[in-house]
């Protein structure tokens, strides 16, 4: 696992010990059903991750960052505040 990919598992895997790979959070943070199911890593990745290590990420996984922004905007609007992503 790369060190990008590292950094971001053990924030996200942490609080509350949610076991997903890399891989299958990189399929939820571009799946907007992440949000209808309140997926707690794809919204600790959105709101505790670095801007710079979520693009990083999204990068490296070879993410959609247009997917990823309409989940940000998703979530943002639940949680009530913005965040970065949600652009």
Do not use: H, W
């Amino acid at each position: 696992m790369a060190s990008v990919a590292a950094k971001v598992m053990s924030t996200v895997s942490a609080p509350y010990g949610v076991l997903v790979t890399a891989t299958q959070l990189a399929e939820k943070i571009a799946n907007s059903k992440s949000v209808d199911a309140f997926d707690c890593s794809v919204f600790t990745f959105l709101s505790e991750v670095s801007p710079k290590l979520q693009q990083s990420f999204i990068d490296e996984m070879g993410v959609s960052k247009d997917a990823v922004i309409v989940v940000a905007k998703k979530f943002s609007e639940l949680a009530g505040y913005k965040l970065p992503l949600a652009i």
